[in-house]
C-alpha cells in the first residue's frame, strides 16, 4: 500500500483560524493513525495578502498544539523547497503550465482589465464571479508568439471544456458530478509570473507525493477543476476530504468577531493549548463510544476519518469552558500553580499564601482569568446585602446569623492558632455545644468573612488565608452591618 501523506499548506495571512487549525489537526491525525507522514507547506503566492509575521505564528500555533511535522521548511524530507515563493524560483509552475498549452489544456490570455470588465459575471456562492469568454483560445500560435515576443502582459488560463459532466470522489460526501458549462477556464499563471492558489496546489501535492487533501467544504465547487488538472496532467487523484463549516452559536459563519475565532485568541483567553485541540478534533468528528476527553495520542489512535459529519459544527464556547474545566481539575497541583501564579500576583499582589489560594480555585475555574472573580475578596471584603445571610437550606436568617456571630465572636478573639483545622474544630465545639448544625454557623461566618455567596473555600479555609486580624475585622462588620 501507498504510504500516507498528508500536508497543511496554509497562507501567511495572520492568526490561525479555528478552522484552519481543525484543518491541519485532521490531516495530522490522518497521517499518524496510519504511520505516514504529515507535512508543513506555506503557501505564499498570494503576495498582496502576505502578512510579516505570519508564518511564524503557524509555526508556533503547531508546536503549541503538538502538531510536530515530519517535513516542511525546517525539515527536509526531499520533496523541498516547502515554501511556494521559493519552488516560483525553481521554474516547476511554469514548466506544469507550459506542458498544458502544449497539451491545449490551458492557454495564453492577454486580454486586458478593459475587456475583462466588460464580460458578464454570475453569483456563485453570493460572490460576483466573472465568467471568461475562451477570447484568446482562438488567436493562433504566431498571434501568440508575436504577443510574447511583444512583451504583451499575459495570465495562462485552464481551458475547460463547456459540454459533457466531470466527476469527482469525496471521502464524506460520495460521488459528485457537475456540468463542464459551469467551469470557468481559472487563471493558472497570474501575470505576475505567480502560480495561482489552485494551479500550485495542484503541482505541489502531485510533486510532493500527497496522498489525502483534506479541507474546508467550501472548496468543492472548486474540486472539479482540479480534478481536470490531474487528468490532463495524467496523474493520479488523491483522496479527498471536504470538511463541514464551522458556525457560531447562531449557526452563522465563525468570524474573527466572535472573539475566539483564533488559536492565540483562545489562548490568550485562558484557554489550554490541549483542551483546544481536544475540542476541535469533536468539530465535526466523533468516535464510537462517544467520549469526549482525549490526549493527542488517545485521538491518533481513535481517529478515523469517515467518521467526519457532512452537518456544520457548532464551536460552542460554554462546552470549550466546561472542557478545559475538566482539564484543569486533571491538572498536576505544580504546574497548575506554575500557569495560574500570574493571575493570582495580578488579582491579589503580595501578601497571601498564593499556593494555598491556587490549590482552592482548581477545581472551581473553566479559564485563568476566572480566578480573579474567584479571589478577589481576599483583597478587599466587597460591599454586600445583609439578605445574602438568609439561606433557607442552612435555616439561618439575619437574626439567628448575629446571635452566630455574637457568639463565635470571643471564641475566635481567644483563638491563637488560625490553621484551618484549629479553627474548624473551635468552631465545631461551638457547634455541639448549641446543637444546630454545621451550615447554621459556617454560613454567616464565610458570609461575613468573605462578602460572597459563592467562594472556592469554606469559612474556616478562609480565615486561615486572612489571618486573625483581618478575619476578626469582617466578623466586626458583620455584626454591624445585621444590627444595622
Given amino acids: 500500500m501507498t504510504k500516507i501523506r498528508t500536508r497543511y499548506a496554509p497562507s501567511p495571512t495572520g492568526k490561525m483560524h479555528v478552522g484552519n487549525l481543525r484543518s491541519a489537526l485532521y490531516e495530522f491525525l490522518i497521517a499518524k493513525h496510519a504511520d505516514g507522514d504529515f507535512m508543513l507547506r506555506i503557501e505564499d503566492t498570494d503576495q498582496e495578502r502576505f502578512v510579516e509575521g505570519a508564518t511564524e505564528i503557524i509555526n508556533r500555533t503547531l508546536k503549541r498544539a503538538g502538531l510536530v511535522h515530519d517535513e516542511g521548511p525546517d525539515k527536509d524530507g526531499g520533496y523541498g523547497p516547502y515554501v511556494q515563493s521559493e519552488r516560483v524560483k525553481t521554474g516547476i509552475y511554469m514548466k506544469y503550465a507550459q506542458e498544458l498549452i502544449e497539451k491545449k489544456e490551458a492557454y495564453y490570455c492577454f486580454c486586458d482589465k478593459e475587456r475583462l470588465a466588460g464580460l458578464k459575471t454570475e453569483i456563485v456562492e453570493g460572490k460576483e464571479i466573472m465568467i471568461y469568454d475562451k477570447h484568446c483560445l482562438s488567436l493562433s500560435k504566431e498571434e501568440v508568439e508575436q504577443k510574447l515576443k511583444a512583451g504583451t502582459p499575459f495570465v495562462i488560463r485552464q481551458n475547460n471544456p463547456t459540454e459533457g459532466t466531470t466527476t469527482f470522489h469525496d471521502e464524506l460526501y460520495g460521488d459528485i458530478t457537475v456540468n463542464n458549462s ?121 481517529f478515523d476519518y469517515r467518521r467526519i459529519s457532512k452537518s456544520p459544527a457548532v464551536f460552542d464556547i460554554v462546552k470549550l469552558k466546561w472542557m478545559n474545566g475538566e482539564y484543569l481539575k486533571a491538572m498536576e497541583a505544580d504546574l497548575f500553580y506554575e500557569m495560574a501564579e500570574p493571575y493570582l500576583k495580578e488579582a491579589l499582589g503580595e501578601g497571601f499564601d498564593l499556593p494555598k489560594i491556587a490549590a482552592m480555585v482548581k477545581t472551581r475555574i473553566e479559564v485563568f482569568p476566572d480566578i480573579a472573580g474567584q479571589v478577589d475578596f481576599f483583597k478587599k471584603l466587597p460591599e454586600y446585602d445583609a439578605e445574602m445571610y438568609t439561606h433557607k437550606k442552612m435555616k439561618t436568617d439575619a437574626a439567628s446569623s448575629l446571635e452566630v456571630l455574637s457568639e463565635v465572636l470571643p471564641i475566635l478573639e481567644q483563638q491563637e492558632d488560625y490553621s484551618n483545622d484549629a479553627l474548624y474544630q473551635s468552631l465545631l465545639a461551638y457547634v455541639e455545644k448549641k446543637g444546630c448544625k454545621n451550615g447554621y454557623v459556617m454560613w454567616p461566618i464565610r458570609t461575613a468573612v468573605s462578602g460572597k455567596q459563592m467562594t472556592p473555600a469554606g469559612a474556616t479555609e478562609i480565615m486561615e488565608i486572612l489571618g486573625k486580624e483581618e478575619s476578626l475585622i469582617r466578623i466586626r462588620k458583620g455584626i454591624e452591618k445585621l444590627r444595622g
Wanted: aromatic fraction near 12%; proline fraction near 4%; glycine fraction near 4%.
Fill in 182 to 302: 459551469e467551469l470557468d477556464d481559472m487563471i493558472l499563471i497570474k501575470s505576475d509570473g505567480y502560480p495561482t492558489y489552485n494551479f500550485a496546489n495542484v503541482v505541489d501535492d502531485h510533486t510532493m507525493n500527497i496522498t489525502h487533501v483534506v479541507r474546508g467544504n467550501e472548496y468543492l465547487s472548486s474540486s472539479p477543476k482540479y480534478v481536470r488538472l490531474y487528468e490532463a496532467f495524467g496523474w493520479q487523484v488523491p483522496v479527498y476530504v471536504h470538511l463541514p463549516l464551522i458556525t457560531d452559536e447562531n449557526h452563522k459563519k465563525l468570524s474573527k468577531r466572535s472573539g475566539h475565532s483564533s488559536f492565540e485568541d483562545l489562548i490568550e483567553q485562558g484557554f489550554l493549548s490541549e483542551a483546544i485541540v481536544n475540542y476541535i478534533a469533536l468539530l465535526g468528528w466523533s468516535p464510537e463510544d462517544n467520549r469526549e476527553i482525549f490526549s493527542l495520542e488517545e485521538l491518533i489512535k481513535d
